[in-house]
């Protein structure tokens, strides 16, 4: 058992026009490729949610009607926890009798697999390596989109959300490092910088700031302080999107919109989104005002500062 | 009587206090200890973020700041309504929800900043020691509860008299006589490293001698060439670095009056 908590999910709002939840979705596909049995597996959404219950290993802690009443269930620390054998104790103790799944059943530091099937992939390599620049990345200071974007990017996993999850929690909102009170009264995304880099583009803590490279523009608050390095900006992924001009400039802060498109390689469909180069500028109030201007719907979304975007900004109707 | 002990050292700056004070009072009404606390805005106990010194010797810590409840409170007299603001036989410092009249004397006469207005209610209110639990039987508030690295501490003052005997108040000059004591507050320091421009090495072992006012504080530069001079009263020092077959360097009047100092990298 790998957690803490289990609970039921229940449904936010009513489903409104043709709009379907992810599994209905994908069982649309199933059905034009007649492979909607196998999908479902004969079980309706609801026998899922059960059987999710029956194989969460809580299922004799906690009745099904217990849990379906009350929600949710806080699983209780084992007795004697500690007494709990050490993740890969087996292994330590006798890795010829307790093999791993790898071909040599042993930790692998340069993959055979890899270098087998993929012998031309010079971006995944068998060995784990330092690529400086390859055919789908070029995102070093050495680059040359570095004289234009002088700036290494580092984006995290927020502290305060889980990925765009829980954006819009008032007390976390409050907290210096979840978001930054720009002068127009919005709550942007921080956008960290050293005060060296922020003084060399004329940007003071709380100023609202743009982040951007050719693939588009974010707006963030910025955050002055030694707790970054010169040359560094650093914006947490999963802001909520708040665009200004579709595709091309966001309000809300969600910097993955300007990450690298590309995957980690040609045969690989890792992200490669958490370090690349950016520039920032200061945004002026005359530069709001003309934005303001220009696209007077985007800042029409219904918008609450402790809350962020509402859930009338996006839906025009239906719900309950 | 009723105190509370932080120790700043052992605070990762989780910021539970905060929230689970603002769980308690937010929409709850604790009449006559206090009515609820709005949405945002108030931060009856608020953490505070402080940054020391430079890239990349930086050093970070949090403190959480709340209603003192100050032996000798300068709201009390601030206040023109009779007993509105009152001190428990425990201590705490409350401010009667009802009799008060907005009139926001307390707000500014506080030092700590510790009392928030409520446009909406129209009242001055703060941190009350969770004393509505206490009188139910709580043994303490819930950011004390809540705090997982037990930084946060409440109890009677006998008890917790060592650690109030190694700590500091906050602002002690203002004489208020503060019930909230934290230990472990980190002082400025001075710190860089020493390196030999011509090898583009560091140098190992310096001796670096910081002086003021006739006292003088001895180190030698550690693996990494870096040498720290932590735990420093504010004042101005002088520095005098040597290191055998390099001409001695020294830096005069170094302020750590509010800030501490890195000195980056230093060529002997």
């Known amino acids: 058992m790998q957690y803490a908590m289990i609970h039921l999910e229940e449904k936010g709002v009513d489903p409104i026009g043709e709009s379907k939840s992810d599994y209905e979705a994908v069982g649309e596909i199933a059905k034009k490729l007649g492979l909607y049995e196998q999908y479902t597996g004969g079980k309706t959404v609801d026998e899922w949610i059960k059987h999710g219950y029956e194989t969460s290993d809580v299922d004799d802690m906690v009745s099904w009607e217990q849990l379906k009443e009350k929600g949710y269930y806080v699983v209780p620390t084992r007795k004697d926890w500690e007494e709990d054998p050490a993740g890969m104790i087996a292994f330590y103790n006798d890795p010829d009798k307790n093999p791993l799944s790898t071909p040599s059943g042993k930790i692998e530091f340069y993959s055979e697999r890899l270098a087998k099937n993929f012998p031309d992939d010079y971006e995944r390599t068998p060995v784990p390596q330092w690529i400086e620049k390859s055919e789908s990345h070029d995102e070093s200071f050495s680059s040359e989109r570095a004289k234009k974007y002088p700036l290494l990017i580092m984006t995290n996993h927020g502290r305060w959300r889980i990925h765009a999850q829980c954006d819009d929690i008032p007390w976390t909102r409050e907290i210096p490092t979840c978001k930054v009170k720009g002068e127009d009264g919005y709550m942007y995304e921080p956008c960290w910088l050293n005060p060296k880099t922020a003084a060399e583009r004329g940007i003071k803590d709380g100023d609202i700031v743009r982040v951007f490279n050719e693939r588009g523009s974010v707006l963030c608050g910025a955050r002055v302080w030694e707790r970054l390095m010169a040359q560094v900006a650093y914006v947490d992924h999963g802001a909520r999107t708040d665009w200004i001009i579709p595709g091309k400039l966001d309000r809300g802060g969600a910097i993955n919109l300007i990450s690298p498109e590309m995957i980690t390689s040609k045969n690989c469909t890792g992200q490669a989104t958490t370090g690349y180069l950016v520039e920032v500028e200061k945004v002026t109030m005359a530069q709001m005002k003309s934005w303001r201007d220009q696209y007077p719907e985007a800042f029409e979304r219904e918008y609450n500062p402790d809350s962020g975007l509402c859930f009338d900004a996006w839906v025009e109707k239906g719900g309950n | ?268």
Request: hydrophobic share 35%; with cysteine.
């Open chain 2, 1 to 268: 009587m009723k105190t509370f002990a932080i120790d700043i050292s052992i605070c990762n700056g989780c910021y539970n206090c905060q929230i689970a004070c603002k769980d308690e009072h937010v929409a709850n009404d604790w009449t006559p200890y206090a009515k609820p606390q709005p949405e945002t805005g108030h931060f009856w106990l608020k953490l505070k973020e402080n940054i020391r010194g430079t890239v990349p010797k930086v050093k970070m810590h949090y403190v959480a700041v709340m209603c003192m409840h100050c032996d000798n409170p300068p709201c009390i007299p601030s206040c023109h309504i009779k007993d509105a603001i009152y001190k428990r036989e425990d201590g705490l410092v409350i401010i009667d929800p009802d009799k008060c009249d907005g009139c926001r004397a307390c707000v500014e006469a506080c030092p700590y900043d510790a009392i928030y207005f409520n446009e909406d209610t129209n009242i001055a209110q703060k941190c009350t020691g969770c004393a509505h639990l206490l009188d139910d039987g709580w043994k303490e508030p819930r950011c004390v509860d809540a705090c997982p690295t037990e930084a946060l501490k409440f109890g009677e003052e006998s008890d917790l008299k060592d650690m109030i005997a190694k700590g500091v108040t906050l602002n002690p000059e203002l004489k208020t006589g503060p019930r909230v004591h934290y230990l472990n507050m980190p002082k400025q320091f001075v710190g860089g490293t020493v390196y030999d421009p011509k090898k583009e090495e560091i140098i190992m072992g310096a001796k670096c001698t910081l002086s003021a006012n006739g006292t003088k504080l001895m180190v030698e530069t550690d693996d990494f060439g870096d040498f720290w001079f932590e735990e420093l009263k504010e004042g101005i020092y002088n520095l005098e670095i040597e290191a055998k077959g390099f001409s001695t360097k020294t830096f005069n009047d170094l302020s750590t009056i509010g800030k501490s100092v890195n000195l980056g990298d230093i060529p002997l």
